[in-house]
């Protein structure tokens, strides 16, 4: 069965500082990654995604991820952030059943903004 | 505007009740749809694979007879808390994918419930 961990809980980082939150998954196949971000009280917005090709992925606001299959890894980064992308991030692996893609979802990380 | 919308957003509910939640897939038909809750400053579980027109598959750990879901038709799965308690009350979100458009996956905005 598949997994993903993001083993930091929360991170803090300066506005203007680069960031890099980290994923680590487990699935058999090649999986099909995702990055979700979800300000408080609201849904999911899909930041990006990694089906196949180009391991370097890039997303929107300015968010890149890139696949590592050596590492097991699916790692986000953002060069300089700014005080609205404090939310919490969601990495996730999916699963095709039935021509659908269920998703297994790592724990998060909270990402806090000093001015 | 949304692709995969649910409804009610916000729910409040005594006790003992039953509350339903309705995720539709409005531009596409989707035979299967999953619904996650998520508890307050936790990730997203999945609880179920809605299956149109059979009955849904449910992940370890969560109640069939609690957590009734219909999938009746090719837009439309819902969820249906029965017999509500306080510990049900959480955020639900059902999604839904698009294999005609490259296997995208849609989130449905999402539905509090909050049991009294």
């Known amino acids: 069965a598949q997994s993903v961990t993001q083993p930091d809980i929360h991170i803090t980082v300066s506005e203007g500082a680069s960031l890099e939150l980290r994923c680590n998954y487990s699935y058999g196949a090649t999986p099909y990654l995702f990055w979700y971000v979800q300000s408080p009280g609201q849904g999911l917005q899909l930041l990006l995604k990694y089906f196949s090709g180009d391991t370097l992925v890039q997303g929107i606001k300015g968010f890149e991820a890139e696949f590592k299959r050596s590492q097991s890894s699916f790692n986000l980064r953002k060069p300089s952030v700014h005080w609205s992308d404090a939310a919490e991030y969601f990495c996730a692996v999916g699963a095709a059943i039935q021509g659908a893609q269920k998703l297994v979802f790592g724990q998060g990380t909270r990402l806090t903004i000093n001015p | 505007g949304a692709v995969v919308s649910q409804h009610p957003s916000w729910v409040i509910c005594k006790s003992g009740t039953s509350v339903k939640i309705e995720c539709r897939s409005l531009?596409?038909?989707?035979?299967?749809m999953f619904w996650y809750r998520q508890f307050p400053k936790q990730s997203l579980m999945l609880m179920a694979t809605?299956?149109?027109?059979?009955?849904?598959?449910?992940e370890q750990g969560v109640e069939k007879d609690k957590f009734l879901i219909n999938h009746a038709s090719l837009t439309l799965s819902t969820l249906t808390v029965t017999s509500a308690h306080p510990e049900d009350s959480s955020f639900y979100i059902c999604?839904?994918?698009?294999?005609?458009?490259?296997?995208?996956?849609?989130f449905g905005e999402g539905s509090w419930l909050t049991v009294v």
């Open positions: 809605s299956n149109e027109g059979s009955k849904a598959t449910y």
């Open positions: 999604s839904a994918t698009n294999r005609a458009a490259g296997n995208t996956i849609y």
């Open positions: 531009d596409f038909q989707a035979t299967t």
